[in-house]
């Protein structure tokens, strides 16, 4: 199996910008498409970006499309999210995932990190 950690969750003003990296260890990394998903009080975890094992094809929920940019670094085992024109509405947890293809839905994903909270102050 493989570990995740996420890292770089703050509190920022909206309109910032703001890299969230995913730290992951036993398995070959490569072995596995990664994803974000976040987590709002109150509602249920939903798909943000995914990218594939190689770093090439990705996908995005609508609503982050042009602003976030999922990124890896097979060579550092790392997953990156950067968040650009961050919004009130991009407060969440937000968690790390592996699985074995890439995809929105969160069951595809077997592996999870614990979370890194990013707060935007309106």
């Known amino acids: 199996q493989v570990q995740l950690v996420e890292f770089g969750g703050r509190l920022v003003q909206a309109g910032d910008s703001l890299r969230l990296s995913c730290v992951a260890s036993?398995?070959?990394?490569?072995?596995?498409?990664m994803g974000w998903f976040r987590q709002a009080p109150g509602k249920e975890r939903e798909f943000v970006a995914a990218?594939?094992?190689?770093?090439?094809?990705?996908i995005y929920k609508d609503s982050v499309e042009g602003r976030f940019t999922i990124s890896r670094d097979n060579a550092k085992n790392t997953l990156y999210l950067q968040m650009n024109s961050l919004k009130a509405e991009d407060t969440a947890m937000y968690y790390c995932?592996?699985?074995?293809?890439?995809?929105?839905?969160?069951?595809?994903?077997?592996?999870w990190g614990q979370g890194t909270q990013v707060t935007v102050s309106s």
């Open positions: 995932a592996a699985g074995q293809a890439l995809a929105m839905d969160r069951t595809e994903y077997a592996y």
């Open positions: 036993g398995r070959t990394f490569t072995r596995y498409a």
């Open positions: 990218i594939s094992r190689s770093g090439g094809p990705t």
